[in-house]
Nanobody, 115 residues
Framework: QVQLVESGGGFVQAGGSLRLSCAAS????????MGWYRQAPGKQRDMVAS???????TYADSVKGRFTISRGDVENTVYLRMNSLRPEDTAVYYC?????????WGQGTQVTVSS
């Protein structure tokens, strides 16, 4: 089992910034993907950003140039730096961890961007 602990959500005005953090613990492996999905009310959960343990990153088109995903110095820790936030970024953000065919999710953290 893998446990994910997220932090860093909150309320911000349009144009502002937030940083989300996620730490995975338990039966983790060095080779993995970690990242973030988000889900707005009434909508499906969509991928936001992903990072491989080797450093390769992927972003949704809607956040390219505004969000940056990175790995922390502590193994299996990831950060999502969100700049130039827009009201349409408002959602619950979920951290995930995937390795060896198994996926795990965090409890979610709310991000609210006011116009």
């Amino acid at each position: 089992q893998v446990q994910l602990v997220e932090s860093g959500g909150g309320f911000v005005q349009a144009g502002g910034s937030l940083r989300l953090s996620c730490a995975a613990s338990g039966s983790t492996f060095s080779l993995n993907y970690m990242g973030w999905y988000r889900q707005a009310p009434g909508k499906q959960r969509d991928m936001v950003a992903s990072i491989h343990s080797g450093g390769a990153t992927t972003y949704a088109d809607s956040v390219k140039g505004r969000f940056t995903i990175s790995r922390g110095d502590v193994e299996n820790t990831v950060y999502l730096r969100m700049n130039s936030l827009r009201p349409e970024d408002t959602a619950v953000y979920y951290c995930y961890y995937t390795s060896r065919g198994y996926s795990y999710w965090g409890q979610g953290t709310q991000v609210t961007v006011s116009s």
